[in-house]
């Protein structure tokens, strides 16, 4: 599929948001009474964290042809991802932000908690009706799979997570906090790490089952594109497919690990072990590597998404080891009669 | 329940793109146009087309066939384009099946596309909207029109007569019938999408050769040869003995 900017922007930025708002309600409903988070910590945070989803907001506006009119896409919630993801995203900067008046405001803790709550409810909303959007998409198999959802929450709760540990490391230096966010964020680095490595492994070995025989509804083995009609390229050459070689797959895919998880996880067992250092411009870096690897991972998340109309453009990847089709074995073997 | 559709005859194709070319005339030039194209009048031209003619080769020599397929909506019966639509731009006709976009709803999200196994959605640059064949619901109840031409202008322009347009759910229509007796098949019936248009398969025609007669046409031409060769007074060899 074309790699879309503006959707790669919104899922990976507002997912950071979500990531982080999630973890500093969890903080404060654990640590602040007994003083371990100070206020200022929960408000300098929860401000950054409002800041990535208004920007995935933004860049969200740029993918609509007519954004003017973009609210009618609250219409058909009952049955379209897009239009619960566009509820839920308003909804969960809403929560957002009336959780941090009542932060600043100083209001009773159980109204906060409870604004904190529904906002926590709504970005899990957020993380499941964005990865649906594309996991409901039954014709592109690398994205219809459980590792959609799944990679969707933890992605964002692990840039969410190293952001955290910088607003902790800098608003609240030397304290255990600090220590310990520094073990969350290795354990969800290393956790993605694992699950985006099974991703690609799944998109390099996924077979749809279907050939352009079925696309043609004929039988026979030797099929071959010889036109593709009118004004080429056009929409269906061009939205549904992105060139991707076998080298710069490899190339991507290694960049993407590298860069999302690998290298956080090494500077967050780093800071692990050692405890007395501050590490507000460490973790910092870390969430910049996060958010940028996993806007690398998002867009080739895209790319590596293998429509079957690609099949009538002769444009459909074919993972030949799987596809039994294709494989030799199966070509070799004579046609029944 | 009524379900319109296109049925499109493989054999009788030639792949000629009349019924593409008269589809963009009809629905560029129609109430609900035009279908815009950026360079239409320069080297590459881009632009909206609600039908597309692919050529394919099938076999492999001797056993070898060209298939022409065009391709538009097929007004799916279960369209998982309007399923995933946020807006309900994209509806099913509950009258006659046929699917349908509201350009004044639609926001251009693109995701109906996504959810179609044909390519058969094709966005509007321009306009900022998402397009597809209308089945020419502008035509087909278009009262100012001639009766006859009552028919979608992709049907009409078919000089090989092999689009048929009808009701699929009633069995005297013309499409039903061409699909009861060509053995009409829809394109990938896995995808579930449970697409209207039908295609009629290439059949096996058996033509018998008779040597006699294929021998008194090359004689005939040969001689044709052989009069204008003589009137303009030079007989070469090759020609003076076949
Ligand atoms: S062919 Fe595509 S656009 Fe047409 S109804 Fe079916 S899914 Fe929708
Ligand atoms: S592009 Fe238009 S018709 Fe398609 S899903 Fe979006 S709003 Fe609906
Ligand atoms: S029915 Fe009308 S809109 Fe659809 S392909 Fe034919 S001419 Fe085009």
Known sequence: ?337 | MSQKALVIDLHKCVGCHACAANCKAWNTQGDAGPLTDTNPYAKDPEGVWFNRVQTYEVGKFPEVEVVHLPKSCMHCKNAPCVEVCPTGASYKRVEDGIVLVNYDDCIGCKYCSWACPYGCREFDEFEGVMKKCTLCVDRIYNEALPEEERKPACVIACPAKARAYGDIDDPSSQASRWIAEGKGYKLMPESGADPSNHYLPKRKVNIHVDKEALLKVAHAHINAARNIACDTGSVSEDVAQP
């Open chain 1, 1 to 337: 599929m074309y790699p879309e900017m503006s959707l790669v922007f919104l899922t990976v930025l507002a997912g950071a948001g979500q990531g982080m708002f999630i973890l500093l309600v969890i903080l404060d409903a654990l640590f602040l009474k007994s003083g371990e988070v100070t206020p200022h910590f929960l408000m300098a945070a929860g401000i950054a964290s409002l800041i990535f989803p208004l920007a995935g907001m933004a860049a969200s506006f740029f993918h609509l042809g007519n954004p003017q009119r973009g609210w009618k896409a609250i219409f058909k919630w009952k049955q379209s991802w897009l239009s619960r993801e566009v509820i839920f995203l308003p909804a969960f900067v809403g929560f957002q932000f009336l959780y941090l008046l009542l932060l600043y405001s100083g209001a009773p803790e159980l109204y906060r908690l409870f604004a904190g709550f529904l906002g926590i409810v709504t970005a899990m909303g957020l993380y499941l009706s964005s990865a649906m959007l594309y996991a409901a998409i039954r014709f592109i198999k690398e994205w219809a799979t459980a590792l959609t959802p799944i990679n969707f929450v933890l992605f964002g709760l692990t840039s969410g997570a190293a952001a955290t540990a910088a607003a902790a490391h800098y608003t609240m230096p030397g304290m255990t906090i600090g220590y310990l966010l520094s073990y969350l964020v290795a354990f969800l680095a290393a956790f993605s790490l694992v699950m985006k490595g099974l991703a690609f492994q799944f998109n390099a070995t996924v077979y749809s089952g279907i050939s352009i025989k079925n696309a043609l509804g004929m039988n026979n083995p030797h099929i071959r594109l010889m036109d593709t009609g009118t004004a080429y390229p056009h929409f269906n050459t061009k939205e549904y497919f992105f060139p991707l070689t076998r080298r710069q797959n490899g190339i991507q895919q290694t960049l993407v690990l590298g860069i999302s998880f690998f290298l956080p996880l090494l500077m967050a067992l780093y800071a692990a072990w050692n405890p007395a250092l501050k590490l507000g411009g460490l973790f910092s870096t870390a969430a910049f590597l996060i958010v940028t690897g996993l806007i690398l991972e998002r867009r080739l998340f895209f790319i590596q998404g293998n429509h079957v109309q690609n099949l009538y453009y002769g444009n459909y990847r074919q993972n030949a080891v799987k596809n039994p089709a294709t494989s030799k074995a199966k070509q070799g073997t004579p046609r029944p009669k």
